[in-house]
Structures are given as C-alpha cells and as structure tokens.
C-alpha cells in the first residue's frame, strides 16, 4: 500500500493534498503518514506473534514525541541512544520496561537517569563501560540488567557509514572477547547479564547478512551456555533497508522469516529487533519550494528552499531521495541539480537529475525523507529547522513548529 499518491493531479498523503499543507505551514516541511508508520510496524509484529518479542523503535530515525505517542499507543517499546532519547521515549509513555540502551559512549550521568528509570537493559560495548555501569549501579543499590552488544564481523553491503557490523568498526565488542565479559559480569555484583545484543548496519537491502550475525550469535549462545550463563533476550538491532531508488529490501514478512529460520532452536529466547529506517523512512516526504531556475555555463540548478540543514543525508552519504512536483501535469523534463541556499557546495539534495521543468514558487516532495531527515538536521547557517506535520487519513496535525529566530538564540548571551 501507497500512501502518497497522485490523486488527479495533486500529491496526497493520505487523503490530505500536500500542497494545501505547503502553503498553511510553509516550506521546508517534513509531512508524516500515521498509516504508513503504523502499518509498516504492524507487518513487521504480525510474523513474530507465536515468539516472544519486543519491537522497540529506533528512536535516533525520527524522534518528535508525536511519533513516540504512536509507538507507546502500539504497546511497542524504544531504543535510545542517549539521555535525551530516554527523556524523550520516557515523556511519550513508552513502557520503561520496553526500553533499550545502546551507543558506544554512554555517560555515567546517563546510566544514572536509565537505572531510575528502570529500562529494560543497557546494551554494553566495552569493558570499561561494564566498570562503570557497575559502578553507577553500585551507588544506587541497584542491579543493572546487561546485554553486551558484540560485534559479528559481518558485511552488511551497505555504505560504510552504516555499517556498524565489521570487525574495524567502533561498535560493539568483537565476538570472540564476550565470554571472557559475560564471565566479569557475574563477579561484578551490580550487573545482571540478561542479553546478547547486535547491530551490524543500517539499509540492508538482503537478508543474509542478518542470517550470518545470527548464527554467530548462535555459537556464542551455546559457548555461554557451557559456561553456565543462560540469557532472556537476543537482540538483533535494526538494519532493514527501504526503497529509495532502485533497491528491492526484504520484506518484512521475508526480512522475519529469515531470522526465524536462522534461529531454528533458540526459539526460547525473547527476539527484540530495533526497526528505525524502516518503519519510518518511507512514511514522510519533505516539501520544499522553487526558489529559482539558475542556469550556468555547465549546470542547470533549481535552487530550492530545503537544505542540506533539513536533510543531510545525500550531502553525508550520497544517498538517493526521489524528487517529485506536488503538482504533475505533462511538461518537458531535462537534467537539473536541486541545491539549497546553505553556503557550502556539498548542499544538494539531488545531482544530475531528470526533473519536469520547474517554476518558482511550484512546491516540490522529497520523498523517503522520514528516517534520518528531521532527526539529523540542524540550525546552520542559522535557518530554523522545519516544521513537522502529522497527517492520518483526511486530518492532519502540527506536531513541531517551525524554529523561529527567538527559538535561534535562545539560551544565547550578548555581551
Ligand atoms: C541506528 C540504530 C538502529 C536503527 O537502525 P535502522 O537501520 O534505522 O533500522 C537500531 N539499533 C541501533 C543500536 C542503532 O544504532
């Protein structure tokens, strides 16, 4: 199912027409479908449901409280990155006991507001943050459930700032070194190994890699078993790609039966998957505006009024967005690049591409824009960051406003 579509002419999301939410709130506006978000998570439950398992919602693809609201309403529960994502999943409602710490530089000041929060479990990375997760514990008198995120060494092909999963990467612990963690842990008396955790990247658009992390897992299970450390959850991250362009990603259903068969008979386990991208990327388009045509001896530019501070991702990692007009009548197309008014030449949102010829004042979407865009984006070059929009079905709602210039420079002083 489609949730943004041409409906005579117009692009709808949903049965709201996006060029009437263009011109209420203005431009660059980030446009979210409900359906589409809570579709994508029910498809990806419903294979899971004679397993125990746990979505928790990868809070760092799109974080504004509406979205978390949603994620609660589900019963599903988060995966945070820092303090400020536990504040922001805590303030939504989502169930403390669904919520999972991961990152790589957790600070003692952060595990502290976790512990009083009493989340899930804390996926561990290294030795040292095991020490000190133990030591914040320790002064609470508190128990700090543990899963440590190993690393696989697995290939995920995707581009090498997504993957997360190679034996090079700063993530996780490499494999070989947990049993070695697990047995620490249970010297130490303020932390409870609950978990195995990975994470091998993000935009994989082929299930085996996901298979190949799991049957190291596997092998690790069995090693702690022997050791006599039995654990509750496995966790397997988030990583499932969606369509930008071209690629055809699992779906859920192949993405869900392929961990399935890769698990065989560690079914006892409790499976926690951590969907970001996927869930939400392809719910939201950014509406921009022409601003103007501008051709130069080599290039034909359409200047638009979204930047690389709204959206980075094809600036960061050259990444693909379909770029369609909120309005689609028959015109010639020729080749343009769409850039924003940020002064940096890295500021594009497409290059080199084949786009209906374009006048100022037309709104434009970027689609697949919901992952990955508000979340990362910024005030630079002082521009406000967008407003957001939450459509489901025929009504529509503000769920950010867009940051004014007080908003920029707020908790500023002037000598
Ligand atoms: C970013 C991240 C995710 C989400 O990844 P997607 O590719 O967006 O699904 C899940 N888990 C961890 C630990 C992450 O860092």
Same mark, same amino acid.
């Not at 979210?32 to 994508?40: H, L, M, N, P, Q």
């Not at 507001?113 to 040292?128: G, H, P, Y």
């Not at 842990?185 to 299930?207: A, E, F, N, W, Y």
């Given at each position: +199912? ?18 009437? #939410? ?7 506006? &980030? ?22 398992? /746990? ?11 509406? *979205? #978390? ?14 303090? =400020?994502? *536990?504040? %922001? ?93 697990? @047995? #620490? +842990?249970?010297? *130490? ?5 609950? =978990? ?14 996901? +298979? ?44 869900? @039966? $392929? ?23 392809? $719910? $939201?388009? /950014?509406?921009?505006?022409? /601003? ?14 979204? $930047? ?18 909120? &309005? ?26 084949? *786009?209906? @010829? ?11 824009? =919901?992952? &990955?865009?508000?979340? +990362? ?12 929009? #939450? ?10 406003? %867009? ?13």
């Amino acid at each position: +199912m489609e949730y943004f579509n041409y409906i005579d002419s117009d692009l709808y999301c949903e049965d709201v027409c996006l060029a009437t #939410l263009a011109k209420k709130f203005g431009t660059p506006l &980030y446009v979210y479908s409900r359906s589409a978000f809570e579709s994508f998570l029910g498809h990806l439950n419903e294979p899971f449901s004679k397993h125990k398992h /746990l979505l928790c919602y990868s809070v760092k693809s799109a974080s504004n409280i509406s *979205l #978390l609201n949603i994620v609660a309403g589900l019963g599903l529960g988060a995966d945070v990155v820092s303090g =400020g994502e *536990l504040y %922001r999943a805590l303030r939504a409602s989502i169930d403390p006991q669904k919520i999972v710490y991961s990152g790589v530089g957790k600070k003692a000041s952060e595990m502290a507001e976790a512990l009083d929060a009493s989340i899930l479990m804390f996926n561990v990375e290294s030795k040292e943050e095991l020490e000190l997760l133990s030591r914040v514990a320790r002064d609470k008198g508190l128990v700090a459930p543990v899963a440590l995120r190993v690393n696989p060494d697995v290939d995920p092909k995707t581009h090498p700032y997504v993957a997360t999963g190679l034996k090079e990467s700063k993530f996780g612990i490499p494999i070989e070194e947990a049993p070695e963690l697990y @047995q #620490l +842990m249970g010297r *130490l008396s303020h932390l409870k190994p609950v =978990g195995l955790d990975c994470h091998i990247g993000s935009q994989l658009v082929s299930t085996s890699p996901f +298979m190949a992390a799991v049957e190291r897992l596997k092998k690790l299970l069995s090693t702690l078993r022997t050791l006599g450390i039995e654990l509750q959850y496995l966790d397997l991250g988030g990583g499932l790609g969606i369509r930008y362009n071209e690629e055809i990603p699992p779906t859920p259903a192949q993405y869900a @039966q $392929a961990i399935l068969e890769a698990l065989g008979e560690e079914g006892d386990l409790t499976i926690i998957l951590e969907p970001g991208r996927s869930a939400i990327g392809n $719910a $939201a388009v /950014l509406l921009v505006e022409v /601003l103007y045509n501008k051709t130069t001896p080599s290039n034909h530019f359409v200047v638009i009024d979204g $930047a690389m501070n709204d959206l980075i991702r094809p600036s960061l990692y050259g990444s693909y967005h379909q770029i369609v007009p909120l &309005y689609d009548f028959s015109r010639p197309t020729h080749k343009v690049s769409l850039v924003g008014p940020i002064c940096e030449s890295g500021d594009f949102l497409a290059k080199d591409r084949l *786009l209906p @010829q374009t006048l100022p004042g037309e709104f434009l979407a970027v689609k697949s824009a =919901g992952a &990955y865009g508000f979340s +990362m984006s910024s005030n630079y070059n002082s521009r406000g960051r967008a407003a957001e929009v #939450l459509v489901e079905r025929d009504s529509y709602k503000l769920i950010r406003e %867009r940051e004014t210039y007080s908003d920029l420079i707020r908790g500023e002083y002037s000598n």
